[in-house]
């Protein structure tokens, strides 16, 4: 062995988050949306995205294309 130590020996190939430690938890049903038709023809790309202000979700329907725009503050959304 050489004289080198541990931690310069060991060198970690994959990366490893300060936040592993960090779980979410499901919100509760008051502050939740619920029935909304999230489409399931997705195959490659994203059916959801976020900001700190609005979710848009892409939805079922015929003929492709159509997407739901709900705002974060406005909870409880059913169809």
Do not use: Q
């Not at 979410?24 to 202000?53: F, L, Q």
């Not at 725009?69 to 909870?75: A, F, R, S």
């Amino acid at each position: 062995m050489d004289s080198k130590t541990v931690s310069e020996m060991c060198w970690r190939s994959s990366f490893c988050s300060k936040f592993r430690h960090v779980f979410g938890k499901s919100a509760s049903k008051e502050h939740s949306y619920d029935g909304v038709p999230i489409t399931h023809s997705v195959h490659d790309n994203h059916y959801c995205a976020a900001n700190p202000c609005f979710v848009a979700v892409v939805t079922e329907c015929s003929g492709g294309g159509s997407f739901v725009i709900l705002p974060i503050h406005h909870v409880c959304y059913s169809s």
